[in-house]
T-cell receptor, first 112, second 116 residues
Framework: GEDVEQSLFLSVREGDSSVINCTYTDSSSTYLYWYKQEPGAGLQLLTYIFSNMDMKQDQRLTVLLNKKDKHLSLRIADTQTGDSAIYFC????????????FGTGTLLAVQP | NAGVMQNPRHLVRRRGQEARLRCSPMKGHSHVYWYRQLPEEGLKFMVYLQKENIIDESGMPKERFSAEFPKEGPSILRIQQVVRGDSAAYFCASDQPGSTSGNTIYFGEGSWLTVV
């Protein structure tokens, strides 16, 4: 199947760390992505990780990949109110097409 | 602005009319995707095209929807005889397979279609 699963909602306090989890389906996926969507806006590519890596860090963002369990997580350090948005994980589907399969999205609410 | 450009940003159509959404890929990109986001849902893949060729249309509804990417000009997603259930945000994305950045897929700001 093509279901990528995420928890629907996460609430954190400003300054805390946020961890958003994702479970994907295709073991042959080559790349996994995190996108951010603010209300009424498009998708902003935050970061991506190649499937032969288990961790990638980019400033406040840390991506962890457990390929055995097909589990991907995004950690946001020192979460700010401007980080409030919906976060989507996506896997690049194996095969001839490069299409991305998206998760349902996690709404991150940052409390001041 | 060298990003993915979509227009119109917002479109209102009456039931039965046609909707045309346009997308110009990022500079240097030769392939475009169309995705649909229904209210309160994630993005669903519709179609993947390169100029004058449809690569994967496995996500396109069988009727009323069509997409093209001509040799010149933007990619167009066309919805004929729109119904209320077509109300959604339609996102275009682009990439350049085989390039050093071929693993990065950038999205436009979306076109919000409302059918009344």
């Amino acid at each position: 199947g093509e279901d990528v699963e995420q928890s629907l909602f996460l609430s954190v306090r400003e300054g805390d760390s946020s961890v958003i989890n994702c479970t994907y389906t295709d073991s042959s996926s080559t790349y996994l992505y995190w996108y951010k969507q603010e209300p009424g806006a498009g998708l902003q590519l935050l970061t991506y990780i190649f499937s032969n890596m288990d961790m990638k860090q980019d400033q406040r963002l840390t991506v962890l990949l457990n390929k055995k369990d097909k589990h991907l997580s995004l950690r946001i350090a020192d979460t700010q109110t401007g980080d409030s948005a919906i976060y989507f994980c996506a896997e690049k589907w194996g095969g001839a097409t490069n299409k991305l399969i998206f998760g349902t999205g996690t709404l991150l609410a940052v409390q001041p | 602005n060298a990003g993915v450009m979509q227009n119109p940003r917002h479109l209102v159509r009456r039931r039965g009319q046609e909707a045309r959404l346009r997308c110009s890929p990022m500079k240097g990109h030769s392939h475009v995707y169309w995705y649909r986001q229904l209210p309160e849902e994630g993005l669903k893949f519709m179609v993947y095209l390169q100029k004058e060729n449809i690569i994967d249309e496995s996500g396109m509804p069988k009727e009323r929807f069509s997409a093209e990417f001509p040799k010149e000009g933007p990619s167009i997603l066309r919805i004929q005889q729109v119904v209320r259930g077509d109300s959604a945000a339609y996102f275009c994305a682009s990439d350049q397979p085989g390039s050093t950045s071929g693993n990065t897929i950038y999205f436009g700001e979306g076109s919000w279609l409302t059918v009344v």
